[in-house]
């Protein structure tokens, strides 16, 4: 990830380059969608440790979540960043 990171910043324009990832993922744009929801393929289909008591695990569900964030990021898509 930090590779890929690396990589759209240096394509990026100086104006757009980013410090800080995050909130570059939770850049809405004109759409109103967080850039993280758009240019990440969700991972909303996962096996999770509390479907098999006693274990503990967080539930897989579509969107952001705690164990997948937003899923796996499409790296020419994030650098089209938010429009």
């Given at each position: 990830m930090?590779?890929?990171?690396?990589?759209?910043?240096?394509?990026?324009?100086?104006?757009?380059?980013?410090?800080?990832?995050?909130?570059?993922?939770?850049?809405?744009?004109?759409n109103?969608?967080?850039?993280?929801?758009?240019?990440?393929?969700?991972?909303?289909?996962?096996?999770?440790?509390?479907?098999?008591?006693?274990?503990?695990?967080?539930?897989?569900?579509?969107?952001?979540?705690?164990?997948?964030?937003?899923?796996?990021?499409?790296?020419?898509?994030?650098?089209?960043g938010?429009?």
């Amino acid at each position: 990830m930090a590779s890929l990171i690396a990589r759209i910043n240096a394509l990026l324009p100086a104006e757009r380059q980013q410090r800080f990832f995050t909130p570059f993922l939770y850049d809405t744009g004109t759409n109103g969608r967080p850039l993280g929801e758009v240019a990440c393929r969700d991972i909303a289909a996962a096996h999770d440790n509390a479907s098999h008591p006693p274990a503990v695990g967080c539930p897989v569900k579509s969107g952001y979540g705690a164990v997948t964030g937003w899923g796996v990021p499409d790296g020419v898509a994030l650098l089209e960043g938010p429009h």
